[in-house]
């Protein structure tokens, strides 16, 4: 079964810097699609990060130079490392995987499978 699980929420200071996680089990997160998104209360899913098949990442422009996304060795796991974080990243983080055909910019509905999200908090 595919299953993907999220960690590394948390409450942290405007400044700081978390690191999240998203362990993958059933495929290789190289074999797809793997893309962070975030949504606040009331609003839709907004794409935080993508990283292509061929290990290219696209970043939103409220977060480039601020976020990285990557992945382990073993294809098992990757990570969005979040620094100068501001109040308005908060939302809960959702990682996602699609094994569909590729886009730069993916959609919500270009995902196939979703974690259950990981809340991120950025106080004053």
């Known amino acids: 079964d595919v299953q993907l699980v999220e960690s590394g929420g948390g409450l942290v200071q405007a400044g700081g810097s978390l690191s999240l996680s998203c362990e993958a089990s059933g495929f290789s997160v190289s074999s797809c699609c793997m893309s962070w998104y975030r949504q606040v209360p009331g609003k839709k899913h907004e794409l935080v990060s993508s990283?292509?098949?061929?290990?290219?990442?696209y970043y939103a422009d409220s977060v480039k130079g601020r976020f990285t996304l990557s992945e382990d060795t073993a294809k098992t796991t990757v990570y969005l490392q979040m620094n100068n974080l501001e109040p308005e990243d908060t939302a809960t983080y959702y990682c996602a995987a699609g094994f569909g055909a590729w886009t730069r910019v993916p959609p919500p509905t270009a995902m196939d499978y979703w974690g259950k999200g990981t809340l991120v908090t950025i106080s004053i």
């Open positions: 990283l292509s098949r061929d290990g290219s990442a």
